[in-house]
Every structure is written in C-alpha cells, then in structure tokens.
C-alpha cells in the first residue's frame, strides 16, 4: 500500500476518533440537563392544569413570621456592626509592655519581698498629676498619650443589649 495513503488513513481515523469523543462529551453533558428540562417543564405543565395558583404562590404565616424575624437580626447586626466600627476607629491600641524581670529582687531574711517604696508628692491619689513632670517642666512639649479603651462592663453591656434586642424582636 502507499505510503501516502496510509498517512492519509491515519489521520482521518484519528479525527474521526476525535469527533466521537467530542460528541459523547457533550452527550453525556445535555442528557441530564435535558432530563432535568423535561421534569420541570412537567412539573409547571401539572401545576398550572391544577386551577389553584393563587394559594400556591401565597406565603405561609410561618414563612411571613420567619421572615420579619431575619430581618430584624439583621437590622440589629447592622447596628452592631456600626458601633464596633465606630468603637474600633475611635480606639487608639498600644501594645502591651514585656513583662517585668524581677528576680534580681532579694527576700528579706524572713522571705518577705521588700516593701514597696513610699509614694512621692507626683504620685499621691488625689492629686493632681503635671503632665510636664517627664519633660524637665518644658510647656512646650507634648504630653504623655492616655490611650482610649473601651472599659470592660462597656463591652458587656453593647452584647447584652444586642441580645436583648434580638430576643425582644
């Protein structure tokens, strides 16, 4: 036989080959999408014969309940969500100091740690603290940053009214 020919036998075969996969790839592809069609189409054809679509499309009260219900938890989380923003914008973090290396402290001979030094004018309760004490008593330089925490029982008490407000709705 040619050798040409043969080529030509060869490369024919393998593109018919090709087209036959091609086309059980997209057989198995449209079967079930097609069966899927044909049940629904059914489906509506015996639901709209059936003379009752008003009650069909109506909303059930549990529905209509649930419904009310989702969007009230999610009227309050929105809520929620604006005042953690407003707490987490307004919030100035800093970060938290090492710990203290104290074991260069020595017990006294009854291993007691030693009393704590007495307090100084600066560092009295009640009186009132000199921003400038650190600054060699320079008005001009600025004074130490205090930083904005949210307290605690705060906190506590932005989830307790979340949760009441959820519970009363």
């Given at each position: 036989?040619?050798?040409?020919?043969?080529?030509?036998?060869?490369?024919?075969?393998?593109?018919?080959?090709?087209?036959?996969?091609?086309?059980?790839?997209?057989?198995?592809?449209?079967?079930?999408?097609?069966?899927?069609?044909?049940?629904?189409?059914?489906?509506?054809?015996y639901l709209y014969s059936s003379g009752?679509?008003?009650?069909?499309?109506?909303?059930?009260?549990?529905?209509?309940?649930?419904?009310?219900?989702?969007?009230?938890?999610?009227?309050?989380?929105?809520?929620?969500?604006?005042?953690?923003?407003?707490?987490?914008?307004?919030?100035?973090?800093?970060?938290?100091?090492?710990?203290?290396?104290?074991?260069?402290?020595?017990?006294?001979?009854?291993?007691?740690?030693?009393?704590?030094?007495?307090?100084?004018?600066?560092?009295?309760?009640?009186?009132?603290?000199?921003?400038?004490?650190?600054?060699?008593?320079?008005?001009?330089?600025?004074?130490?940053?205090?930083?904005?925490?949210?307290?605690?029982?705060?906190?506590?008490?932005?989830?307790?009214?979340?949760?009441?407000?959820?519970?009363?709705?």
């Amino acid at each position: 036989m040619d050798p040409q020919l043969e080529r030509q036998v060869t490369t024919t075969r393998n593109l018919v080959d090709s087209y036959i996969s091609i086309v059980k790839k997209t057989i198995r592809d449209l079967m079930p999408k097609t069966i899927m069609h044909i049940m629904i189409n059914s489906l509506l054809a015996y639901l709209y014969s059936s003379g009752d679509q008003k009650s069909l499309m109506e909303e059930s009260a549990d529905q209509a309940q649930r419904r009310d219900e989702m969007l009230c938890v999610y009227h309050a989380l929105k809520e929620a969500l604006t005042i953690i923003g407003d707490i987490s914008t307004t919030t100035i973090s800093v970060p938290v100091p090492p710990p203290v290396n104290d074991t260069w402290v020595q017990e006294d001979s009854e291993g007691r740690p030693p009393q704590p030094r007495p307090l100084t004018d600066l560092q009295r309760p009640g009186q009132p603290m000199n921003a400038f004490r650190n600054s060699s008593q320079d008005p001009f330089s600025a004074p130490p940053q205090v930083p904005s925490r949210m307290h605690p029982s705060r906190g506590a008490q932005l989830l307790s009214w979340i949760m009441n407000y959820l519970k009363s709705k």
